[in-house]
Structures are given as structure tokens and as C-alpha cells.
């Protein structure tokens, strides 16, 4: 069905967050937590799918999270998230982490992850939310993979089924035949 809201590009939901390391978001070692990042990160993202949206969210999954890098006790956390597609009443946020050592001026990659909103309308119930218009050749990039990323989601929050998925279907048939597999 089409949407008849007016669409939004990805910089409208633009939102960096910036975070110091203090001992209490440490481990042992002294490093960053990854819970405690992972609540940043879900921060950063509800605010860029509020800000695309127009109304409260709530996360209903987060794809795999991968720790690159340790982050260090003293460091500053860098978190950039915005909408990657928005879907009826979904929408997909990236969300790429950089870290920073100010004192050594050394930025260094954390984490990359999507996280995926529902609006919820005054009732608690999920409403549908803007079109998506990306407009670089990046936000393209994440744009085009998102269908496929929802879609296996979807079949491992057990609210697909498999062969109901054509995209991630035409992926695998295309990797079959040894044609080059996209990025994401
Ligand atoms: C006082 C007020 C102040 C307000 C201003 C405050 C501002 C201050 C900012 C605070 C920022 C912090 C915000 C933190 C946000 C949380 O941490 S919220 C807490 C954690 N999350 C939850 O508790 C969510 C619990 N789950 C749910 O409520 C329901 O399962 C959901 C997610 C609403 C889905 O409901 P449902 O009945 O399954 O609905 P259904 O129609 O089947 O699906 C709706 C959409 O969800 C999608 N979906 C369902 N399951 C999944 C899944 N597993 N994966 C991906 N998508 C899914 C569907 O695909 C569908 O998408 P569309 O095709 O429409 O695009």
C-alpha cells in the first residue's frame, strides 16, 4: 500500500551521540561494557527513528552486534545512527560507533548494528510511518539491503516464513550460480 506521508531522507534522522568512558561503565579489565554500549546505541537509534517518525518507538529487535575493538576506560564513544528504510510501520536504523583516545588523537571503528523501531500510536498500537527517500550513494548502499535484513529477521523472530522471503531466496540462487554476493 502506498504511503500518503510525505517522505524523509536519511539526514533528517541524523543523530550522533557522544559519550565518555567512566570507571562505572567499565569491566575488569577496564574496558567499555557491551551492555552498556548497547544501551547507548539503543538511545542513539530510538531518538533517529523518533525524529523520522514523529512519535514514540519501540525497539522490537536488534541484529547481530559485533565488538571490533575494545573501548577503553578515558575514551570518548562517538555513536551515529540514522534510518536506513522505513517500511509501514517499521523502520530500520544503522548505527556505526566510533571510538576516540583524545589524548593520543587516535579514532579508532567499535561496532556497526541495526536496530529496528515500531511507532506506536496514543493506544500502544504500531501506526505507519513516513516513506524513506535515500538520497547518497551509502544511504542507497543500506537502502537495498534492508529488504533482505528484515526479511531474515523476520524468519528468525518467527514472523516469516521461509519461503515467503523472495529477496534472501533470489540472494542465495544468485551466490549458487557464483555471482558475487552484495555487502550487506
Ligand atoms: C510519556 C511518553 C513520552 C514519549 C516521548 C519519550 C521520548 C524519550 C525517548 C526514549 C527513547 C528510548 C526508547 C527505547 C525503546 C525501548 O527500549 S522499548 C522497550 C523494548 N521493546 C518493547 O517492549 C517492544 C515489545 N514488542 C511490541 O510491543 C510488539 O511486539 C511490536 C514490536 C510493537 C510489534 O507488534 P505486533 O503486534 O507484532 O505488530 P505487527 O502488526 O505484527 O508488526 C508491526 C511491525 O513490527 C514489525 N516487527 C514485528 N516483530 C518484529 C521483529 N522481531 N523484528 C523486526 N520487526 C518486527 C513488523 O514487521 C511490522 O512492521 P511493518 O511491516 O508494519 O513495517
Avoid at 514523529?54 to 575493538?69: C, K, Q, R, Y
Avoid at 493506544?123 to 526479511?151: C, D, I, S
Amino acid at each position: 500500500m502506498e504511503s500518503t506521508l510525505s517522505p524523509k531522507t536519511p539526514k533528517d534522522s541524523l543523530v550522533v551521540m557522544t559519550e565518555l568512558v567512566l570507571p562505572n561503565d567499565t569491566n575488569t579489565f577496564g574496558n567499555l561494557m557491551g551492555g552498556r554500549l548497547m544501551y547507548w546505541m539503543d538511545i542513539a537509534a530510538a531518538l533517529a527513528s523518533m525524529k523520522h517518525c514523529g512519535s514514540p518507538v519501540v525497539t522490537a529487535s536488534v541484529d547481530n552486534i559485533s565488538f571490533e575493538n575494545p573501548i577503553r576506560l578515558g575514551n570518548v564513544v562517538h555513536i551515529e545512527a540514522k534510518v536506513s528504510r522505513a517500511f509501514h510501520t517499521s523502520m530500520e536504523v544503522h548505527i556505526s560507533v566510533w571510538s576516540e583516545d583524545t589524548l593520543q588523537h587516535f579514532r579508532y571503528r567499535s561496532n556497526e548494528a541495526y536496530y529496528t523501531f515500531v511507532a506506536i500510536d496514543p493506544n500502544g498500537k504500531p501506526k505507519p510511518v513516513p516513506p524513506l527517500e535515500p538520497e547518497t550513494e551509502e544511504e542507497k548502499r543500506l537502502y537495498e539491503g534492508a529488504l533482505r535484513r528484515r526479511q531474515l529477521r523476520l524468519i528468525l523472530g518467527g514472523k516469516m516464513k521461509p519461503e515467503d522471503a523472495d529477496e534472501l531466496k533470489a540472494l542465495f540462487l544468485s551466490s549458487s550460480r557464483n555471482e558475487s554476493f552484495p555487502d550487506n
